[in-house]
């Protein structure tokens, strides 16, 4: 059970922002009740979420394979079942996402795939990335990408710090879903 009890997300005084979150996600997922304890917070993390998820040039794959790595690097099992099932929406293989865990020994991964996982990993594990691991990236993508992959995997550090620290868990039980009035 999550270390706060989740927000109300049919409280009045937020339903602007409540209906903004059920636009551009779908649903009040637990991260973001979590989230409307702050509606400020919950505002400017939506944001930016939403330009790194919708509004990225990245390819839709590359996204999502980094997206997992960073949820399994930091043991972050919410962030990891969230997203299991866009990445094989946006392309990944189920064999590609079980070699996640030692994706340097599998023969799954194409190079820029690779170097991306790479960058991943020097970011999660290390924060300072080794100029090598930045070169390979820069040789598989244009500057924008390369750009929008640091802030994607940096993004989704900040999302599964967040989660642990808070223990929030897909099967946590919840204030009543958001009913639109």
Do not use: C, K
Request: glycine share 4%; net charge negative; proline share 4%.
């Amino acid at each position: 059970m999550a270390r706060l009890n989740y927000a109300e997300p049919n409280d009045t005084a937020i339903r602007a922002l409540v209906e903004r979150i059920v636009a551009e996600r779908g649903s009040v997922l637990h991260l973001y009740q979590m989230l409307l304890h702050s509606p400020p917070i919950a505002e400017g993390w939506l944001s930016l979420m939403t330009a790194v998820r919708q509004r990225s040039t990245l390819p839709g794959a590359l996204r999502e394979l980094v997206i997992m790595r960073v949820g399994i690097l930091n043991g972050a099992a919410y962030e990891v079942e969230q997203h299991a099932p866009i990445a094989l929406r946006e392309g990944l293989a189920r064999e590609q996402l079980d070699a996640l865990g030692d994706w340097a020994a599998a023969d799954r991964f194409t190079a820029t795939e690779r170097a991306a996982l790479a960058l991943t990993d020097s970011m999660t594990r290390n924060v300072h990335v080794d100029a090598t691991v930045f070169d390979a990236i820069r040789s598989h993508l244009p500057a924008r990408q390369v750009l929008e992959l640091v802030v994607t995997i940096a993004s989704y550090n900040m999302v599964s710090r967040v989660l642990e620290a808070l223990e929030i868990r897909s099967s946590d039980a919840r204030a009543p879903a958001y009913q639109r009035p």
